[in-house]
RNA sequence: GAGCCAUUAGCUCAGCAGGUAGAGCACCGGACUUUUAAUCCGGGUGUCCCGCGUUCGAAUCGCGGAUGGCUCACCA
């Protein structure tokens, strides 16, 4: 402690009074001789181990550390419950235990001090499994005053802006991030089970091709350049096929300056998987495995409840074209029909678009108002128009659909797939078109990409392609109803 | 971008026919050597989101703004 850190913790005028009394104790520390940000300590158990083990660990000494949630004093004696990553445990301590010294130094602890502890393993009267303190050391004092415990931090705008808070009283957020975790896990075992290898690919995109988005922009000073922020690492991965690498994947963050919603975060996690030699029926049913294979490691069932509806993840799930998805769900079959009988067909279902709106803007318009909000238990919806998949091979049997599929469960879009457009000539045709979209005011139309096209000039092997939204698939896996439950750190306005 | 709602103590909330702010927990002082939302006694610690207006008087009413939530729009 220098006099420049001595000065700055007496300039507490700006302070409300619990955090001036926190500041009043640390300085008593520091008039004692302790160091209130203590140093490295070795700890022998977590606070799950002991509880775990509590027959082959009873009267044992023990070292843990973490943060102090509860105090209870009785006047000379006192229980506190000391929570580390792994759980909770009380302690007990004794002014005859520890002498009036240390145990005064208890006057000191305030919630949500970091502390290494020291002690016996035991049980006390009422059963409750204990460690009995024969020695304290701060490892970390904390300056400022934690949420109620007993109810938590509620207030979602504070515990968006404020995560560590969040973490520290709300154990099931905690929950949630470690399922994340797990699952992500899940996808890299699978996949690599199978062979596929992890690769990295560019973020910064000098064409953001992929997908239909409006990218980020961002600058190269040196090379005095605009570069984007990838909207997709599609166009990248296929040119390692074109590499010769059979089967790879990239779990990575994407960006996409577009609206925020309960489903939508400028950045988010995708996980794509590009297989050599393979279609989309291949890719569908990895994709069916995949969840399944998360549902049965994380969940242990192939049933999940998600808001309350039982949802089966049991594998085939059923294949239904998006045309037949809508005569199904609405009585009107589009097959066929050009752009103004399709207008017409919206027209008469009391759907609105734009007076020069496509068969291809007919057909989604349908999907997303008739189909989109029915599909709750898993389907795979196919055979998209090739208007709006300039990425994916035409279906061999009907030129002006592909062979892609999008899995909706709970209505949501949860991944996106296709049988990958290998054909350099079809693929500049329908980089061709999008720009015709572009110049015709659509901002999300993709970009030409030169080089792509040259790597398929090359040749590319036949292949199925996946691309999963792992933030849809956590907040499905953890009954989480937006994606900012499923970020620990969601994007919000700075407060002014 | 539009509509609706919310914002009061560290946290969770009450208070709104307009009269100068309250509870529980936390916190502070005291008692207490097996408690566990410990208990008992005493203490309210506040930019009522911000600004302007109406009024003798605004947490409360009006207008504008900020942030957040939900819905819609946009968007895979």
């Known amino acids: 402690m220098n006099e420049e850190h001595m000065d700055h913790l007496e300039d507490r005028t700006e302070l409300n009074e619990l955090m001036a009394v926190r500041r009043e104790k640390l300085r008593d520390l520091i008039d004692l001789g302790i160091d209130p940000f203590g140093e490295k ?49 009380q302690l007990y301590f004794r002014i005859d235990v520890l002498g ?10 305030d919630l949500g001090d970091i502390l290494g502890i020291r002690g016996k393993i035991f049980r006390t009267r009422r059963g409750e499994i204990s460690v009995e303190v024969h020695n304290m050391k701060f490892l970390s004092k904390s300056l400022r005053p934690l949420p109620s415990q007993w109810y938590g931090l509620k207030d979602v705008d504070l515990r968006y802006r404020q995560r560590y808070v969040d973490l520290i009283v709300n154990p099931e957020v905690r929950r949630v991030f470690e399922t994340r975790s797990r699952i992500i896990q899940c996808i890299r075992e699978f996949l690599v089970e199978r062979g596929f290898i992890e690769v990295e690919t560019p973020t910064l995109h000098p064409i953001a091709g992929g997908a239909s988005a409006r990218p980020f922009i961002t600058h190269h000073n040196v090379l005095d350049m605009d570069l984007y922020l990838r909207i997709a690492p599609e166009l990248y991965l296929k040119r390692l096929l074109v590499g010769g690498f059979d089967k790879v994947f990239e779990i990575g963050k994407n960006f996409r300056n577009e609206g925020i919603s309960t489903k939508h975060n400028p950045e988010f996690t995708s996980c794509e998987v590009y297989q050599a030699y393979g279609d989309a029926q291949d890719m569908m049913k990895l994709t069916e495995e995949i969840f399944a294979y998360i549902a049965q490691k994380v969940v242990g069932s192939y049933k999940i409840v998600f808001q309350g509806q039982e949802i089966d993840l049991t594998p085939p799930w059923p294949r239904l074209p998006m045309l037949e998805a809508i005569k199904q769900y609405c009585g009107v079959d589009l097959t066929g029909m050009n752009d103004g009988q399709a207008r017409q067909a919206a027209k008469e279902k009391g759907l609105t678009l734009e007076a020069n709106a496509s068969y291809a803007n007919v057909v989604e318009e349908f999907f997303d108002a008739f189909v989109e909000p029915k599909l709750i238990q898993p389907v795979f919806i196919t055979d998209h128009p090739v208007e709006v998949s300039p990425l994916a091979k035409r279906k061999k049997d009907n030129p002006k659909l592909t062979d892609r599929f999008e899995p909706f469960i709970v209505t949501w879009e949860m991944a996106n797939g296709f049988t990958e457009l290998n054909d350099p000539i079809d693929q500049e045709y329908r980089f061709r078109q999008q720009m015709a979209q572009r110049e015709a005011g659509d901002e999300e139309a993709h970009m030409m990409d030169e080089d792509f096209i040259r790597a398929l000039e090359y040749g590319m092997p036949p292949a199925g392609g996946l691309g999963l939204g792992i933030d849809r698939m956590v907040m499905l896996f953890t009954d989480s109803p937006s994606i900012r439950d499923v970020l620990l750190f969601p994007h919000m306005r700075p407060r002014s």
Do not use: P
Request: glycine letters at 8%; one cysteine or more; hydrophobic letters at 35%.
């Open 100 to 109: 009036e010294e240390q145990y005064g130094l208890l006057e000191k602890v």
């Open 41 to 89: 300590f070795e700890c022998t158990h977590s606070a799950k181990q002991i509880l775990e083990n509590f027959a082959d660990l009873e009267g044992q000494e023990t070292a843990i550390a973490g943060r102090i949630m509860s105090l209870r004093t009785h006047g000379k004696a006192t229980f506190a419950d000391l929570m580390d990553s792994s759980g909770r445990i």
